[in-house]
């Protein structure tokens, strides 16, 4: 609970981070009717302790409170609701499904557009109140897993650091959005 939560009125911070988590809603829905254009791929990190993730037991072991997956060439089955999405990706050689509500992600990032927005998790709570270094020098090696081409039907690569380089070292400035300027401390 913020301090502000018995003043009646509007929460702004909550509005605001509903928002911003549209903007990811409306990418992945891009995504999947129309596939990745040209170069852009997206780091998406979420919470794997949150309330309505899916994901198999032994990546919620190997991520015990955090995952980054990277959507890029290697994914399946991306589908997008209001309030969440799902996908399939290839761990260890075999597909998996992930469901992930949009409340559980913490970051999103377009680093071919060098754009990237930071989340709250339970903004009321005020708990996390991190910077964007998540992505400062953030690049395709540092995800978990690497999605698929919705063109290919060839099972993709496994493991941490598939794909290589991005290619996007330093092209001009980057885009991150986060409300931490604004927020009441």
Same mark, same amino acid.
């Given at each position: ?108 990032? %377009? $680093? ?9 998790? =339970?903004?009321?709570? !005020?708990?996390? *109140?991190? #910077?964007? +270094? ?14 698929? %081409? $919705? ?9 941490? =650091?598939?794909?290589? !380089?991005?290619? *996007?070292? #330093?092209? +001009? ?13």
């Amino acid at each position: 609970m913020t301090e502000h939560d018995d003043i009646p009125g509007f929460n702004y911070e909550e509005m605001v981070e509903d928002a911003l988590r549209g903007v990811l809603r409306r990418a992945l829905e891009i995504t999947a009717a129309e596939g990745l254009p040209g170069e852009h791929h997206f780091y998406i990190t979420f919470s794997t302790e949150a309330p309505g993730v899916n994901i198999p037991d032994r990546l919620r072991a190997q991520h015990p409170e955090t995952m980054t997956i990277v959507l890029q060439h290697q994914y399946h089955d991306l589908l997008v609701s209001q309030d969440m999405f799902s996908v399939r990706l290839s761990f260890g050689g075999r597909l998996e499904t992930l469901e992930i509500p949009f409340s559980a992600v913490t970051a999103f990032a %377009d $680093p071919h557009a060098k754009f990237g927005l930071q989340f709250q998790l =339970g903004i009321l709570d !005020d708990e996390d *109140d991190s #910077d964007l +270094g998540d992505f400062e020098g953030f690049d395709d090696e540092d995800a978990d897993v690497l999605l698929h %081409d $919705p063109s290919s039907d060839e099972r993709p690569a496994a493991g941490p =650091g598939v794909g290589g !380089d991005s290619g *996007d070292d #330093d092209k +001009g400035g980057d885009n991150v959005v986060t409300l931490d300027a604004f927020r009441k401390k």
